[in-house]
């Protein structure tokens, strides 16, 4: 099992990203959450088997159709089992 903190940079917010993030991370099995960060960009940590985690890695370096990623930043963490679902959290 694996987790992945990730960070998403270009037009990634106003272009379904996060929703497109969260049925993504549900067909394939994985936790954690995504949110939009104030100074544009989008962060997410992703719980799951290793190749599930892989493939969603990959998937974040092209995003939903209307996105334009520019880079990605991805940090290994251990794997702690801490959550239930996927979600989509809210910056207040």
Known sequence: MKRLHIVISGRVQGVAFRAATREKARV????GWVRNLKDGRVEAV???????VDLMRHWCEHGPPLAMVTGVDATDEYYAGEFRDFTILYVK
Do not use: A, H, R
């Not at 394939?28 to 936790?31: D, E, F, G, S, V």
């Not at 992703?46 to 599930?52: Q, T």
């Open 28 to 31: 394939l099995n994985l936790t």
């Open 46 to 52: 992703l719980e799951g088997e290793d190749d599930k």
